[in-house]
């Protein structure tokens, strides 16, 4: 598995990084709707607009150690602050499936930290280079499969209650896209998005997961502003799901077989 592991490291460095360089360059361009995000905390517009920059930079700066020289901290501080950042759309009064859409911005650097190598948990261990290493451990390899497979389900399943709610940004694409009735195709995406989600739990086939891989990435596309820094910031998304699909060439777990001591067959 020493091809696996290492490579699995590697694509999860690279979709990390773009997950730190696509969200600070939204706060390198002042992205309006983040003022939501800072009133929670009781932070007016001016105060935000001040601030949206130096978490920019402080985001690119932590990007740009991931893909120049990976420290542990910046993979374990992408972990926080993908979760905090996630959970500040719902604490703003936006759907709940906005959290669970962005599973990849916490999941896959949770996922960068157990398939690197370790050094233990003193303070000093943080600030040393993360490297790729081998794993023999079959239970460590059913960890790290059980969660590439939740995170991807999150994911998926987020961006699917999305459609189903009738999310406005994704109906603007749609309608940008020449589709008459935005709604009902929102509902259909949603529908599929969920379906696949699902089957990623009770049967993750590498085609589907290939193939939800490749929707992934085509449909973050179509953003009606800034489509190139929506589509680098889910780097977390594509990393995890092309991860997952690497991990399947040589075990296929489900959700129900995690506590079991053998391995469904690999589905290929």
Same mark, same amino acid.
């Given at each position: 598995?020493?091809?696996?592991?290492?490579?699995?490291?590697?694509?999860?460095?690279?979709?990390? +990084?773009?997950?730190?360089?696509?969200?600070?360059? #939204?706060?390198?361009?002042? @992205?309006?709707?983040?003022?939501?995000?800072?009133?929670?905390?009781?932070? /007016?517009?001016?105060?935000?607009?001040?601030?949206?920059?130096?978490?920019?930079?402080?985001?690119?700066? #932590?990007?740009?150690?991931?893909?120049? $020289?990976?420290?542990?901290?910046?993979?374990?501080? *992408?972990?926080?602050?993908?979760?905090?950042?996630?959970?500040?759309?719902?604490?703003? /009064?936006?759907?709940?499936? !906005?959290?669970?859409?962005?599973?990849?911005?916490? /999941?896959?650097?949770?996922?960068?930290?157990?398939?690197?190598?370790?050094?233990?948990?003193?303070?000093?261990?943080? #600030?040393?280079? *993360? !490297?790729?290493? @081998?794993?023999?451990? !079959?239970?460590?390899?059913?960890?790290?499969?059980?969660?590439?497979?939740? =995170?991807?389900?999150?994911?998926?399943?987020?961006?699917?209650?999305?459609?189903?709610?009738?999310? +406005?940004?994704?109906?603007?694409? $749609? %309608?940008?896209?020449?589709?008459?009735?935005?709604?009902?195709?929102?509902?259909?995406?949603?529908?599929?998005?969920?379906?696949?989600?699902?089957?990623?739990?009770? @049967?993750?086939?590498?085609?589907?997961?290939?193939?939800? #891989?490749?929707?992934?990435? +085509?449909?973050?596309?179509?953003?009606?502003?800034? %489509?190139?820094?929506?589509?680098? %910031?889910?780097?977390?998304? $594509?990393?995890?799901?092309?991860?997952?699909?690497?991990?399947?060439? %040589?075990?296929?777990?489900? =959700?129900?077989? $995690?506590?079991?001591?053998?391995?469904? +067959?690999?589905?290929?």
């Amino acid at each position: 598995m020493k091809t696996t592991s290492h490579s699995l490291h590697y694509i999860l460095r690279l979709a990390c +990084a773009m997950c730190f360089i696509g969200h600070g360059a #939204f706060g390198i361009i002042t @992205k309006a709707v983040w003022c939501n995000y800072f009133g929670v905390f009781g932070i /007016g517009q001016d105060m935000a607009y001040q601030l949206m920059p130096v978490v920019g930079v402080m985001d690119i700066t #932590f990007g740009t150690i991931l893909l120049v $020289y990976p420290l542990r901290i910046a993979a374990g501080w *992408l972990v926080f602050w993908g979760l905090f950042t996630a959970l500040l759309r719902p604490l703003s /009064g936006e759907s709940f499936g !906005e959290f669970f859409e962005r599973a990849g911005n916490y /999941g896959a650097p949770l996922i960068l930290l157990l398939v690197s190598s370790a050094s233990g948990l003193p303070l000093k261990g943080w #600030f040393q280079k *993360l !490297e790729p290493r @081998k794993i023999d451990d !079959e239970q460590q390899w059913r960890t790290i499969t059980m969660g590439l497979q939740l =995170i991807a389900f999150a994911l998926l399943a987020g961006h699917g209650w999305l459609n189903l709610i009738g999310k +406005a940004g994704l109906l603007k694409q $749609y %309608e940008a896209l020449g589709f008459s009735d935005p709604l009902q195709v929102a509902h259909r995406i949603g529908l599929i998005e969920v379906g696949g989600a699902v089957l990623l739990l009770v @049967k993750p086939f590498r085609q589907i997961v290939l193939l939800l #891989f490749l929707w992934k990435m +085509a449909s973050e596309l179509f953003y009606p502003s800034y %489509e190139i820094w929506e589509w680098v %910031e889910r780097g977390g998304s $594509y990393g995890v799901l092309l991860g997952l699909w690497l991990v399947l060439r %040589e075990r296929n777990y489900t =959700i129900f077989h $995690y506590f079991t001591s053998t391995p469904l +067959a690999s589905a290929k």
